[in-house]
C-alpha cells in the first residue's frame, strides 16, 4: 500500500527561473491538494481538484502558480518566475470523496513534500 | 470563515509527564477537528479526528483529545510522554461540507526532556 508520493523532495533554483513538482496521490483517491507551509507555520492551503476539475484556488495562488490534473491522477504545481518570498514546502494531499450530500471526504493524507529554495 | 489558535509554539515536558497541547478554534458551523504530527522533513500524519459523535477521541501513539463545543476547545493530551513524541504538532479545522480544506494552526513544538 503505498502513500502519498511527491517529486522532487528538495528543489534549489535561482530566482527567476520555473520549477514544477509533481504529487501521486494514494490511488483510488479522487480529491487531490496542495499546501504551502513556510518556516515556522501551519500548512496553507492553496488548491485542490475533485478529479480533473480544479474547484478552488486561494487568492495566495497568484498568476504565476498554475496547478493540473489533466488525467484526474497525479497533479503537477508549476511556479514561473520564481521569487524568494516562494521559498517554503510544498505539501500534497489526497482524499476519497463520497457522493454528496451525504457523504464527506476522508481523512487527507499528505505526501513528504518538496522542499523549495529560491537563490 | 474558520480559524485556528494554537497556545504555545513550544512546549517542554519531561519523559514519563502529562503532554497537553492547546488548540481552540473558531467556526461558524460545527467543525471538524484534526490534530497532525510532522517530524523534521516528512508530511504530515494525521493523530486523531472529531466529527460526530463521542467528544473524546482516540488516536495513534496514546494520544486523545476531547472536543469541547461550549469552550470551542480541542486540546491534545498524552498520559506519560515518550523521547519519540518530539516533533511539531498542528491543530486544523475544517468545515463538514464543501471542499472540506484544512485551516491549520501555528504549530506547536513538542521537546521532551530525558
Known amino acids: 500500500d503505498t502513500g502519498v508520493s511527491q517529486n522532487p523532495r528538495h528543489k534549489i533554483t535561482k530566482r527567476g527561473q520555473n520549477v514544477t513538482f509533481r504529487c501521486d496521490p494514494i490511488?483510488?483517491?479522487?480529491?487531490l491538494y496542495w499546501y504551502r507551509q513556510t518556516l515556522g507555520q501551519g500548512p496553507e492551503f492553496l488548491t485542490y481538484f475533485q478529479n480533473e476539475a480544479q474547484l478552488e484556488k486561494s487568492r495566495l495562488l497568484s498568476d504565476r502558480f498554475s496547478a493540473e490534473r489533466p488525467k484526474g491522477s497525479f497533479s503537477t504545481l508549476e511556479i514561473q518566475r520564481t521569487e524568494q518570498g516562494d521559498s517554503a514546502m510544498y505539501l500534497c494531499?489526497?482524499?476519497?470523496?463520497?457522493?454528496?450530500?451525504?457523504?464527506?471526504?476522508?481523512?487527507?493524507?499528505f505526501g513528504p513534500g518538496t522542499r523549495l529554495t529560491v537563490l | 470563515a474558520q480559524s485556528v489558535t494554537q497556545l504555545g509554539s513550544h512546549v517542554s515536558v519531561s519523559e514519563g509527564a502529562l503532554v497537553l497541547l492547546r488548540c481552540n478554534y473558531s467556526s461558524s458551523v460545527p467543525p471538524y477537528l484534526f490534530w497532525y504530527v510532522q517530524y523534521p522533513n516528512q508530511g504530515l500524519q494525521l493523530l486523531l479526528k472529531?466529527?460526530?459523535?463521542?467528544?473524546l477521541v482516540k488516536g495513534i501513539n496514546g494520544f486523545e483529545a476531547e472536543f469541547k463545543k461550549s469552550e470551542t476547545s480541542f486540546h491534545l493530551t498524552k498520559p506519560s510522554a515518550h523521547m519519540s513524541d518530539a516533533a511539531e504538532y498542528f491543530c486544523a479545522v475544517s468545515l463538514n461540507f464543501g471542499n472540506e480544506k484544512l485551516t491549520f494552526g501555528t504549530g506547536t513544538r513538542l521537546t521532551i526532556i530525558p
Open positions: 490511488s483510488e483517491h479522487n480529491r
Open positions: 472529531y466529527t460526530t459523535g463521542a467528544t
Open positions: 494531499a489526497s482524499s476519497l470523496a463520497g457522493r454528496r450530500p451525504f457523504r464527506r471526504t476522508d481523512t487527507q493524507y
